[in-house]
């Protein structure tokens, strides 16, 4: 079985600069494509923001030029850093990853989520 783990969520001030985690655990042949979710109260799940294993990048439009996606593919661990951010910020982040169980066979998977809280 395969768990993702989000970390770094919280409540932050506007402004402030938090770093996501998200590690992978278990039966991992390899990753391909990973990304960040977003549900913000009321709204629909988005995507935030992904990265394939190569390390190119995507991002939506409304965390364009605040955000960065990276990865380490060696520690099967990702990362979201948030620059100077807004209230408007304010959701859950789910970690999604596309394991590769067997040279066959891929699934995919999602963390749990971790709440950020931008106050102004």
């Known amino acids: 079985q395969v768990q993702l783990v989000e970390s770094g969520g919280g409540l932050v001030q506007a402004g402030g600069s938090p770093r996501l985690s998200c590690a992978a655990s278990?039966?991992?042949?390899?990753?391909?494509?990973m990304a960040w979710d977003r549900q913000a109260p009321g709204k629909q799940l988005e995507l935030a923001a992904s990265?394939?294993?190569?390390?190119?990048?995507n991002y939506a439009d409304s965390v364009k030029g605040r955000c960065t996606i990276s990865r380490d593919n060696a520690k099967n661990t990702m990362y979201l850093q948030m620059n100077s951010l807004k209230p408007e910020a304010t959701a859950v982040y789910y970690c999604?990853?596309?394991?590769?169980?067997?040279?066959?066979?891929?699934?995919?998977?999602w963390g749990q989520g971790t709440q950020v809280t931008v106050s102004s």
């Open positions: 990265i394939t294993s190569y390390g190119t990048t």
């Open positions: 278990g039966s991992i042949f390899s990753i391909n494509d």
């Open positions: 999604h990853a596309v394991v590769v169980l067997t040279p066959r066979s891929q699934t995919s998977y």
